[in-house]
């Protein structure tokens, strides 16, 4: 029986207005793509990266960012210097911000599964600045136990870091669920310590063709009525752009 669900952050509880700044910056090169073709484009570079390149994402911008750019150039069908895009965007990024904001539904539905009795955790790869991320936001006080790969140097999906999790929260793994948008870090790994897992995916089986028999859901707000509760929060427009 599941008492604890636990949760990934980045894409899960929060995200950027990334597609927004890339919409200006394609703007200054008068390129004319959507708003909706930019999220779709990020969506598929993302997963490329996580099945292709595993790790990669989690690691210093500045590494890979070059790479990534041109990925997600590639799906827009577009043709661009690399260094003049990667200029424009930094400017871009720089006068609005860029910083991570809570999903309208993350709040809600975190403090309903609490209200059902279960407890929430978060398990997350993620630099020093994940719990001011968590404050800013006022995730934190909606979760019982929080573990972070840089205070415990361990990173998903190495089996340590969920190990560490359940014992701090005295916790088995049959009575836990972990919620994550990467199949190669938060599936993979939860399953290594006997966990079950839900995979966030947007856009159905987009982006993720290669995975046969995964339990697929659009967000956390679906998690509830995966556990039996047919409760869900209203999802805003903008939370459905593209969704297929």
């Known amino acids: 029986m599941i008492r604890y669900v ?3 952050l980045g894409y899960t509880l929060v995200k950027t207005n ?7 910056t394609l703007e200054r090169f008068a390129c004319a793509k959507t708003l909706g073709e930019i999220t779709i484009a990020y969506h598929l570079a993302d997963k490329l990266f996580m099945r292709e390149f595993r790790g990669v994402l989690g690691k210093d911008g500045r590494s890979y960012l070059p790479w990534y750019i041109g990925v997600l150039n590639y799906y827009l069908g577009l043709a661009l210097p690399i260094e003049e895009v990667l200029q424009v965007h930094r400017s871009v990024a720089k006068e609005g911000s860029a910083g991570w904001s809570a999903f309208d539904f993350s709040k809600p539905t975190l403090r309903h599964l609490r209200e059902l009795g279960y407890k929430a955790g978060l398990i997350s790869n993620w630099d020093g600045t994940a719990r001011e991320v968590l404050r800013r936001n ?8 929080i573990v972070i790969s840089s205070e415990v140097g361990a990173e998903k999906p ?6 560490y999790a359940l014992q701090k929260a005295g916790v088995t793994a ?3 669920l972990y ?7 938060d599936c993979v790994g939860s399953r290594k310590v006997g966990m079950d897992c839900l995979l966030i995916n947007p856009y159905g089986k987009r982006g993720i063709e290669e995975l046969d028999d995964e339990r697929v859901i659009s967000g956390i707000d679906e998690v509830p009525a995966y556990l039996g509760d047919p409760w869900q929060p209203d999802r ?6 593209g969704r297929e």
């Open 138 to 145: 006022r995730l934190e006080e909606e979760l019982d136990v």
């Open 179 to 185: 919620v994550g948008d990467n199949y190669y870090d």
């Open 158 to 163: 190495d089996p340590a870091i969920f190990q």
């Open 174 to 176: 049959q009575q836990s």
């Open 6 to 8: 636990w949760f990934d």
């Open 18 to 24: 990334r597609e927004e700044v890339y919409l200006r």
């Open 236 to 241: 805003p427009p903008q939370q459905t752009i």
